[in-house]
């Protein structure tokens, strides 16, 4: 009797359990499949099943008699009286809601039977949760004081971690060793270039093998000079792609004046447009958003970046901030400099910002202010956290949305994504000079919307009327939200273009609007939009 009750259920903690676990079922941004699901309500449903076990300890002194077995028994039957229909009903509502998101973002919708996989997955995450507690509590006296006492100890050093004390971070020091293996050798069949135009080339200041696998797919993957050619309607130029990787410097500031000069070497400064990137947390550049820049102009620019951490930009986001800041600063800051110094009456040309998802961060630290922007900026999925994207949204003007903001009637910067990217020209109606900034961030994009502060705070996004490509019945509820939109980063980038964190061909109407060529039209974007069809690029539209 003794080890069965030891090993049942708590009353309460199920209850509680299985009600924020069918409160998970409710959609928010990406669909979900059972397995998926099943993750998301398992954690949940362990959740609430500690919260129930907290509060019967709490009010256990103000319980002066246990219920008699016969009392518990009738217990138990009413209770699953009542939480069986809370089940079935919260499944039937959620394949519904799921199949309807499924439509609404064009992927596939889950199947009943893989929907009802959510069951055993959910089970399954509360049984070993619950299990590992268990286990741990049934360990021997000093073994158990040992395990909680290093549990303790990796948890305090993961906030010390996550705090950002300058010089102070051991999980970073950890996983930077834990990643470096995967930043050797190459990713999908890159080679070495022979263009002197290329980092990592025979003429090249930097060695191929300093680059970080990142960086040596970013050199050998470039537009083909007929599709430059085809693209631009020009004749088509070589473009300029510079990389400098950890290999070559530790020190942000070096790698920034190695980039410098790399930039004179291949005489970027005389192209009319050198793009400033910020990368990824492991190094790697959005190759769709750089084609379409050097396909608008027939590859006559310079795109220049560089490494600043070996580990996955979820990873980064939490440990690299200080990082990735100073990686978007100082090599902007570097060749605006350089730029700048030019030769009074020498061509100069036009230094504009890109980055996305955690490179939209690093990016947006060289500037203070929009204001600041002197040639244009793009940025394409950014983080909740990043502070130019938070005080822009603040201080939107009344009446618009977080989703689709317009700020100082949309003077300097303006904000696209999805069906609206090809219209941010015109939208607002206003006047919109030169230099512009432009941020595409979709509805349906967790990586945007994700933040701590979900777990007890309904956010802009959920109060006000919903974008285009989500649901009307999303709805905010405290920590649940929070953890189904965690699960959604997971999968942000599995949905078609123009939904999620998939920005793709996008980037080219956004470039455009930015920093277009001499006399360019919309005729001439359909036309790059065609060759990257060609290509097996899905379009605005498709």
Request: some cysteine; overall charge neutral.
């Amino acid at each position: 009797m003794t080890e069965r009750r030891r090993w049942s259920l708590h009353p309460l903690g199920l209850a509680l359990g299985v009600g924020l676990a069918a409160v998970a079922c409710t959609p928010t941004l990406i669909p979900r499949t059972g397995f998926f699901q099943g993750l998301v309500s398992g954690v949940m449903l362990a959740a609430g099943y500690l919260l129930g076990v907290v509060v019967a300890l709490l009010a256990r002194p103000l319980v002066r008699r246990r219920p008699s077995p016969a009392l518990r028994g009738i217990g138990w039957v009413l209770l699953a009286m009542v939480l069986v229909p809370v089940v079935v009903q919260a499944l039937r509502y959620g394949y519904a809601e799921q199949v309807a998101q499924a439509a609404l973002l064009g992927v596939a919708p889950p199947t009943v039977p893989g929907w009802l996989l959510a069951v055993p997955v959910a089970a399954a995450v509360l049984a070993l949760l619950v299990g590992l507690v268990r286990g741990v509590r049934a360990l021997p006296r000093w073994p158990r004081r040992l395990v909680v006492g290093l549990g303790i100890v990796l948890v305090a050093l993961m906030a010390v971690s996550v705090a950002g004390i300058p010089g102070v971070n051991p999980a970073r020091t950890v996983l930077d060793r834990a990643f470096a293996a995967q930043d050797a050798g190459t990713f999908g069949g890159a080679t070495q270039p022979t263009s002197p135009q290329r980092s990592g080339s025979p003429a090249s200041l930097l060695t191929w093998e300093s680059l970080g696998r990142g960086g040596r797919t970013f050199v050998s993957d470039t537009p083909a000079p007929a599709a430059l050619a085809e693209a631009s309607g020009r004749p088509a130029v070589d473009p300029i792609r510079v990389y400098v990787g950890l290999g070559s410097s530790a020190d942000a500031t070096e790698r920034a004046r190695l980039a410098v000069e790399e930039l004179r070497r291949t005489g970027a400064f005389e192209r009319p447009v050198v793009a400033v990137l910020t990368t990824t947390g492991t190094g790697f550049v959005d190759a769709e958003a750089v084609d379409a820049l050097e396909l608008a102009w027939g590859g006559d620019t310079a795109v220049v970046t560089s490494q600043y951490s070996l580990m996955p930009s979820a990873l980064s986001l939490l440990l690299d901030g200080d990082r990735v800041a100073e990686a978007g600063r100082t090599m902007y800051d570097a060749v605006r400099a350089a730029v700048d110094a030019l030769p009074p009456g020498a061509p100069r040309p036009r230094v504009v910002v890109f980055g996305e998802s955690l490179g939209a961060v690093g990016s947006q630290a060289a500037f203070d202010s929009v204001d600041e922007v002197r040639d244009g900026a793009l940025w394409n999925g950014p983080p909740n956290s990043s502070p130019l994207w938070r005080s822009l949204l603040e201080r939107r003007d009344p009446a618009t949305p977080a989703v689709r903001p317009v700020v100082g009637n949309g003077e300097r910067v303006r904000f696209g994504g999805g069906s609206t990217t090809p219209f941010l020209t015109t939208s607002p109606p206003a006047p919109w000079p030169f230099p512009r900034a432009v941020y595409l961030q979709h509805p349906s994009d967790p990586v945007v919307w994700w933040s701590p502060r979900l777990v007890w705070e309904r956010p802009d996004w959920l109060a006000e009327p919903h974008g285009d490509d989500v649901l009307p019945g999303v709805r905010w509820f405290p920590l649940v939200t929070f953890w189904q939109v965690t699960m959604d980063m997971i999968r942000a980038q599995e949905v078609p273009f123009g939904h999620g964190h998939n920005y793709g061909p996008e980037s080219l109407d956004a470039w455009m609007d930015v920093v277009p060529p001499p006399g360019w039209t919309p005729a001439d974007t359909a036309r790059v939009h065609a060759v990257q069809e060609a290509a097996g690029l899905p379009t605005p539209g498709a």
